[in-house]
């Protein structure tokens, strides 16, 4: 039976081969040298493969930028960036990147591949760490001899390493094999995701090696549950009847594991780990509660809704439901302020009302229904997580988007305290990419905004409205740049620092 299954498999890769060879030459085989318009599989891979490459090709159809340390969080996945500061052009290169989303080429590798294995196989660590940290969790791919391996040695989903020179340690970059003799890659801040020729990556004797992940049976998310899917970290992790540690045990997790989280709620107070937090998640794939400690991401989880009504668990043991955690402490002003379930007065139903001004915590904050109360306009909503319940940001003390706030649906960055405050003029105001006029469109604005503006810096000069100068603005709010034109104000603002620091350019 095991030489028939054998013969069979042969006779299946030789048709397949075939029939590929019959096949009319398609755009992704014609396209050549140089960077590509497509992503995808090229060749026969394995399920995990697969899964890790579809990842690696949803973010370059997304478009998503490289930025220098994203990738890098508690969890695999997008995050905000930080400067390289190893030399005054490196720096220039990312000043950005602490404004900017995405993911640095290790980040990229390790979200791809933690969406095919199930878990953070890659960890969070640098291209080289990956790369010698081969032959535990995964593989070193060698050539003929034990020597570095060829072109013709990889499989699509192996990830390749390069460095200036070829030596172990000197490796600075990372890719995604994709097969046929591509890869796909973060590459450069700012710059998006692309697809290209591995030749062209690794020419000049720049090829270190490549690893190779484990490729078994497939990888199941769990189904059939409600909820928004979370990874647990840790060993030996109780899940409870009720929120608290004096509770039945309904299982134990042995180590990092695929969750669905119901909702949240305060319960007991935990201390394990070095972190303390009294927030639980219902685990509908488990049929019981977690402390958030256990949970990937931050102490309150910003996409798993507030438990109430029947899903609420009285239960929550001694010490429990009293502290607000996650985001910074702020105040709301007036009376009678709605807090409703939704960031919106139509669809929103109302969840509690604050008699007067009240010290609330934050824990992130979005552009939404825009109101217009108080003789003010605004569409930005924070989340409060003790109440469960979103707030317009007219009844909150300070800017119109908070300083220090990170954004909830991952649109733009926290304004980085001490940030301006300032306000657009006219009406479809186009936000670019980058500071000229050929980048590619953000959003517009429809008419005058209130914006917070990180710095500004001298690029394309543009001539609209009766008016000509050559100062952008970054508005971290929207993660793009704006004419200096359309800023209420002096051509160059008065107070907002240059982009580019004096004596890094």
């Not at 990830?159 to 590459?187: C, F, R, S």
């Not at 004096?246 to 070095?274: F, H, M, N, W």
């Not at 105040?331 to 969840?351: C, E, F, H, I, K």
């Amino acid at each position: 039976m095991r030489t028939l299954r054998r013969g069979a498999g042969l006779v299946a890769v030789m048709v397949t081969a075939l029939l590929l060879a019959l096949l009319p030459t398609t755009a992704a085989q014609a396209a050549g040298t140089g960077e590509q318009n497509w992503c995808a599989v090229q060749g026969i891979a394995s399920p995990e493969a697969h899964r890790a490459i579809d990842a690696a090709c949803a973010e370059w159809r997304a478009r998503t930028v490289y930025t220098w340390g994203g990738g890098h969080g508690p969890a695999p996945g997008q995050s905000y960036g930080t400067w390289d500061l190893s030399s005054p052009s490196h720096f220039e290169e990312t000043a950005l990147d602490p404004q900017t989303r995405g993911f640095d080429c290790s980040g990229f590798a390790r979200w791809a591949w933690s969406r095919a294995a199930g878990y953070d196989i890659l960890g969070d660590g640098t291209a080289y760490a990956m790369y010698v940290n081969g032959g535990r969790k995964y593989q070193q791919v060698h050539g003929a001899g034990g020597g570095k391996p060829a072109v013709s040695d990889m499989q699509p989903g192996d990830l390749v390493y390069t460095a200036v020179g070829g030596q172990v340690k000197d490796i600075t970059h990372m890719m995604i094999y994709l097969g046929d003799g591509y890869v796909v890659e973060a590459y450069q801040s700012q710059l998006p995701i692309r697809v290209i020729d591995i030749n062209s990556r690794i020419s000049d004797n720049r090829l270190v090696g490549v690893t190779r992940m484990p490729q078994g049976g497939p990888f199941t998310e769990p189904t059939g549950y409600d909820g928004t899917l979370q990874v647990t970290w840790g060993t030996d992790v109780a899940v409870r009847e009720h929120p608290n540690r004096s509770a039945g045990q309904v299982t134990r997790l042995s180590g990092p594991d695929i969750v669905y989280a119901k909702c949240q709620q305060r319960g007991e107070r935990v201390t394990a780990e070095g972190y303390t937090n009294d927030a639980w998640t219902y685990l509908s794939n488990r049929g019981g509660w977690i402390s958030n400690i256990f949970l990937r991401g931050p102490a309150w989880l910003p996409e798993v809704p507030t438990c109430s009504g029947a899903d609420y668990d009285t239960q929550i043991g001694p010490g429990g439901g009293g502290n607000a955690t996650q985001g910074g402490a702020y105040g709301t002003w007036g009376t009678d302020v709605a807090l409703r379930s939704q960031p919106s007065t139509v669809n929103g139903t109302t969840v509690a009302r604050l008699a007067g001004p009240t010290s609330v915590a934050v824990s992130c904050q979005m552009h939404a229904q825009s109101v217009t109360s108080e003789g003010y306009t605004n569409d930005a909503w924070s989340y409060l997580p003790q109440y469960g319940a979103w707030i317009t940001n007219i009844y909150m003390k300070g800017d119109a988007w908070l300083a220090g706030v990170p954004a909830c649906d991952g649109r733009g960055t926290a304004t980085p305290v001490g940030a301006h405050a300032y306000s657009t003029w006219g009406t479809g105001v186009t936000i670019r990419s980058t500071p000229s006029t050929g980048a590619g469109v953000v959003t517009r604005l429809s008419g005058p905004t209130g914006v917070a503006v990180s710095c500004q810096k001298h690029a394309e000069s543009v001539t609209a409205e009766g008016y000509t100068n050559d100062t952008w603005s970054y508005l971290p709010e929207y993660q793009g740049w704006v004419s200096n034109i359309y800023m209420k104000g002096d051509a160059w603002l008065n107070g907002v620092r240059n982009c580019v620091i004096p004596g890094m350019s």
